[in-house]
């Protein structure tokens, strides 16, 4: 049985961050959002028993309960609406807003 990745149709690759030493951290942004957002669906009594293990290519036990894939959809554009709206943001340019309220240029520069 394929991974959630796979099945989605996420294509999982290697990357590093940039700069010659590798603290360049451009992906230390899309790694924050990521843990946030896997805390948070791990946590969903939804997901309760669908845990398959955290590395690619893990094997289900066979006492893992599966998700149907649009009840996961519908959660994870829940999870991630939920994420995009939160107040009191920090980061450059948000000043305290959500990001769906920050302008739109403060993610301009990001790649």
Do not use: W
């Not at 700069?19 to 990521?34: L, M, N, Q, T, W």
């Not at 939804?46 to 845990?51: I, M, N, Q, S, V």
């Not at 690619?56 to 994870?76: F, K, N």
């Not at 980061?91 to 301009?108: D, H």
């Amino acid at each position: 049985m394929p991974g959630i990745c796979k099945f989605m149709g996420i294509r999982l690759h290697f990357a590093l961050p940039s700069g010659p030493d590798h603290s360049g951290g451009k992906s230390k942004i899309a790694e924050r959002v990521f843990a946030t957002l896997s805390r948070a669906l791990d946590g969903r009594p939804e997901f309760k028993g669908a845990y398959a293990g955290h590395k690619p290519g893990a094997r289900a036990a066979g006492s893992v309960r599966p998700v149907e894939r649009a009840e996961a959809l519908r959660i994870i554009d829940r999870e991630v609406r939920r994420y995009n709206g939160k107040t009191g943001r920090r980061s450059q340019g948000a000043n305290g807003r959500s990001y769906e309220l920050a302008p739109p240029s403060i993610f301009s520069d990001r790649k």
